[in-house]
């Protein structure tokens, strides 16, 4: 089992820059592919970065790509987003997310353990 918490959210200007990051509670982080969803209001849950269990290989939504990098620390079990210039769509609950597969991840399948979000709005 394994308990994710991210933190890092808050309100910040359009073209600001911002990292969340994702603490998570179990002896075998290594295990886990992890990754960063998100949540706009009024929207679906959507993918938003996963990255491998030791780090080798990142995914990026296509309309991420370039402003959004995903990194992890195995020896801290943390997992960060960055953000680059955001933007007023940006606005959302971002979801750290844990599972088996970083790629099955990114197309939605398989079982995956979530934290509670942290909420991210971003103002014009």
């Known amino acids: 089992q394994i308990q994710l918490v991210e933190s890092g959210g808050g309100l910040v200007q359009t073209g600001d820059s911002l990292t969340l990051s994702c603490l998570a509670s179990?002896?075998?982080?290594?295990?886990?592919?992890m990754g960063w969803f998100r949540k706009a209001p009024g929207m679906g849950r959507e993918f938003v970065a996963s990255v491998t269990k030791h780090g080798g290989n990142t995914y990026y939504a296509d309309d991420m790509k370039g402003r959004f990098i995903i990194s992890r620390n195995n020896a801290e079990n943390t997992v960060t987003l960055e953000i680059l210039s955001l933007k007023p769509e940006d606005t959302a609950v971002y979801y750290c997310?844990?599972?088996?597969?970083?790629?099955?991840?990114?197309?939605?399948?398989?079982?995956?353990?979530w934290g509670k979000g942290t909420l991210v709005t971003v103002s014009s």
């Open positions: 997310a844990a599972g088996a597969s970083a790629w099955n991840m990114m197309i939605g399948y398989g079982d995956t353990f």
């Open positions: 179990t002896f075998s982080f290594d295990t886990y592919a």
